[in-house]
């Protein structure tokens, strides 16, 4: 794992911590070469309140996020949004997990797979792409899907983020 994959992990970690309560504090050494050849050791830390700082910039400054979850698939239909202020820019997991603190119809549900997290569920929607070809779509704002997933793709600033429920091969 790179020194910013182990600082990505310790980011998710430490916030889940804190969002539960428990506070956190991470210490992970890593050790690499520098450009003359040297090797390298460090040990970042991350506490409450104080991110952890990658060097390929995640977890980096503050920025402001909006999140929709639309379905006009089902019964019960509903299109939501949510808008986050001020957050440390990181995976769109970690946004997602803030908006369901903030609506409850953000709430999700998912497993790790082969490529990261994959929801499957959102405001008690569950999809299932073997039994009807429904899964959960993202696109931004212009509706163009994202080539990574809620555990990969890093929102930029003022980034609007859509799930919505589909059906169909184009998974």
Same mark, same amino acid.
């Given at each position: 794992?790179?020194?910013?994959?182990?600082?990505?992990? =310790?980011?998710?970690?430490?916030?889940?911590?804190?969002?539960?309560?428990? !506070?956190?504090?991470?210490?992970?050494?890593?050790?690499?070469?520098?450009?003359?050849?040297?090797?390298?050791?460090?040990?970042?830390?991350?506490?409450?309140?104080?991110? $952890?700082?990658? *060097?390929? !910039?995640?977890?980096? *400054?503050?920025?402001?996020?909006?999140?929709?979850?639309?379905?006009?698939?089902?019964?019960? %239909?509903?299109?939501?949004?949510?808008?986050?202020?001020?957050? +440390?820019?990181? /995976?769109?997991?970690? $946004?997602?997990?803030?908006?369901?603190?903030?609506? @409850?119809? &953000?709430? &999700?549900?998912? $497993?790790?797979?082969?490529?990261?997290?994959?929801?499957?569920?959102?405001?008690?929607? @569950? =999809? #299932? &792409?073997?039994?009807? @070809?429904?899964?959960? +779509?993202?696109?931004?704002? #212009?509706?163009?899907?994202?080539?990574?997933?809620?555990?990969?793709?890093?929102?930029?600033?003022? /980034?609007?983020?859509?799930?919505? &429920?589909?059906? !169909?091969?184009? %998974?």
């Amino acid at each position: 794992m790179t020194q910013c994959n182990n600082g990505i992990a =310790a980011g998710v970690i430490a916030s889940i911590l804190v969002a539960a309560g428990l !506070g956190a504090s991470v210490y992970i050494t890593t050790t690499g070469t520098d450009s003359n050849g040297t090797t390298t050791t460090s040990t970042p830390s991350t506490a409450t309140g104080n991110a $952890y700082q990658t *060097p390929c !910039g995640v977890c980096g *400054p503050r920025i402001d996020v909006a999140l929709s979850v639309v379905n006009t698939l089902v019964e019960p %239909h509903f299109n939501l949004s949510v808008e986050l202020y001020g957050m +440390r820019q990181q /995976e769109l997991i970690v $946004y997602l997990a803030e908006a369901a603190t903030k609506r @409850k119809e &953000f709430r &999700f549900a998912g $497993y790790f797979g082969q490529f990261g997290f994959f929801i499957d569920t959102i405001n008690g929607l @569950k =999809a #299932d &792409f073997k039994l009807n @070809k429904t899964w959960w +779509r993202i696109t931004d704002q #212009d509706m163009v899907a994202l080539q990574l997933g809620v555990s990969s793709y890093v929102p930029e600033h003022q /980034e609007t983020l859509i799930f919505t &429920f589909v059906q !169909g091969d184009g %998974h």
